[in-house]
């Protein structure tokens, strides 16, 4: 699959900087909102920029390698947890509803069948992945699917009238398999990359250390310039759909939102398929995981938000989007000096 | 005046640890937004916390002081960005919109008349304060006059059913008013916290920080000690009235946002007349003006946006707090393990 990402064009640059230059605060006072609303009419290609629809996505997929005890929370949790998602209990359907974004539950390949829930979209790859300690994660084909099936929900929220697409993720043992990915694709240590997940202690963030070092170890032939085998090699199906939903998206020029940590590592996998992608993200908050602020420095990335999360599903996107609101408004809303006769600067 | 704050009962805290603790997510990874819950439901005394007609107060006033040549804008710009709020077009007025927040313009001591501005709230105890390189910025009844004034507005929002309350101010001159009150009152280095304000360069700050030396040492019998002896000497009205509202908000067991230095200013001489203040205090966000990190950590604040945002007028209120609705939103709203059917951590 090729993804063709245009960087925006920067032509508009100059305009989009005195438009927010001639409002009526002092230059650089709203700080980061500013660095935000030149990124969003960049991204739009337009002076007044407008943002549509907003949604998230949140794709679900069991790990083998949950199945090495490299988490707090038995394997079971990731089907209990959509399940909480289809009946609106979870932090991320509070957030949504509360700040007006649409919310899509994903089965990228959950153990067990939501049969009997049709709010959970049936996109399934397989009864979670192999334990990447033994082999490879999941087929070539396998994840060619799951990129495809990622790409295709985008391309519907897209049709759909939507401008702006989050990204989140439910997966019991899936910041093991995001440490790996950051690791392999970086060359970072891996004990930069490896973190405490949902609360591990230091006794089983050593335990869980140990056991990914040992899997690692186990594909010594894996070409690190190969994105796509890395990926399928140690990826979850909610990764690799993140991954083929976001490169899908920045094709189709919508704004980003980047969630923490195991996000962070699918936009990693598509950074490295398509650079440019990284023009549309808005890198919504530093997860309090181990590994998240490395990671978001090599992609480049500064967050809106610093709350200490630790919990994915989107929820940061969800919490951030009010600032994205926020710069969008500013831009089109604040009165100048000359409309609003305010003086500027002295000389 | 006497003020009667009483610190929020610690009974219920057990039961809202609990409370948080059941919800379907791992133990403290929602961070910050865990501690911002406990606090909204200790301040209201309940474990089912609600926010009722959040509203911010912008003061604004003059400073003769700004006549000293301390910021890069001239002092008429107090009186036309009054217009600016009254008409709408300023950056609280955008954010305040967007997140459904009320905005009250208030004339605390603005030189020239809003007569043909119905929308302007006359509060105005004179035409700006005077020089306090010359003199006490104003007189202990106009002090007095300005806590009353401002305690009144807090009254009234809590009259019309309001439990939420975020001040904010706009005045030519005011982080060097609030600069002088934070060393005298902290006792920290003049030059610690002293600012760039709204974009002094290098020349223009030594210039700034010359002036108030000077102006500190014009007032030698000042006693520290004696929080509105310091207010009147070196205060605005916008401050005065801004710690007045504050400290009847917290007296009415009302939630309190704290925007800026300017604001945080105001809050600092509050917790010097009652230091309980501090319980009802939401830190909306660490300013970009140097001299705000280290009020936060003399006020024990731990801010929710770091955005690098030197603008006032109540903005970081109005940008937080959506945050403040996510946090009483996933205490209400979020499934517990149980109701949810979840398994929680293994042994």
């Not at 006072?29 to 609303?37: P, W």
């Not at 702006?164 to 439910?170: K, N, P, T």
């Not at 240590?189 to 899997?215: H, I």
Request: aromatic letters at 4%; hydrophobic letters at 50%.
């Amino acid at each position: 699959m090729n993804w063709n990402i245009a960087a925006p064009d920067g032509a508009l640059a100059a305009a989009i900087g005195r438009k927010i230059d001639t409002k009526t605060k002092p230059l650089g006072a709203l700080g980061q909102l500013e660095a935000l609303a030149r990124q969003v009419a960049l991204v739009q290609q337009t002076l007044a920029p407008a943002l549509h629809r907003p949604h998230v996505l949140v794709f679900a997929a069991d790990h083998g390698i949950a199945r090495a005890g490299v988490s707090q929370y038995p394997p079971e949790v990731t089907h209990q947890m959509v399940r909480n998602f289809a009946q609106g209990g979870a932090a991320i359907n509070v957030f949504c509803r509360q700040n007006g974004l649409g919310l899509t539950i994903v089965d990228a390949g959950v153990r067990g069948s939501f049969a009997d829930l049709p709010a959970v979209r049936d996109e399934k790859i397989a009864e979670g992945t192999q334990n990447f300690a033994e082999g490879p994660a999941m087929t070539a084909a396998q994840c060619a699917d799951a990129l495809a099936r990622g790409a295709r929900l985008a391309d519907e929220r897209h049709a759909a009238g939507g401008n702006v697409l989050g990204v989140g993720e439910m997966g019991i043992g899936n910041t093991s398999a995001a440490a790996v990915l950051m690791h392999v694709l970086t060359n970072r240590p891996l004990a930069a990359c490896v973190g405490r997940g949902t609360g591990l202690d230091a006794t089983g963030l050593a335990r869980k250390l140990a056991v990914l070092t040992q899997a690692v170890g186990a594909h010594p032939g894996l070409d690190a310039a190969d994105p796509l085998a890395v990926l399928a090699t140690f990826g979850g199906f909610e990764i690799a759909q993140m991954a083929g939903a976001l490169l899908r998206a920045a094709e189709r020029r919508m704004l980003l939102l980047i969630d923490g940590f195991i996000a962070s590592a699918a936009l990693l996998v598509a950074a490295r398929l398509a650079p440019e992608i990284l023009a549309y993200c808005v890198f919504c908050h530093e997860s309090d995981e181990q590994g998240h602020r490395l990671l978001l420095a090599e992609l480049g990335g500064r967050p809106l938000l610093r709350l200490g999360l630790r919990l994915g599903e989107g929820t940061g996107c969800a919490l951030a989007y009010p600032l994205v609101q926020a710069a969008v408004g500013f831009l089109n809303e604040m009165a100048s000096f000359e409309s609003a006769g305010v003086s500027g600067e002295k000389d």
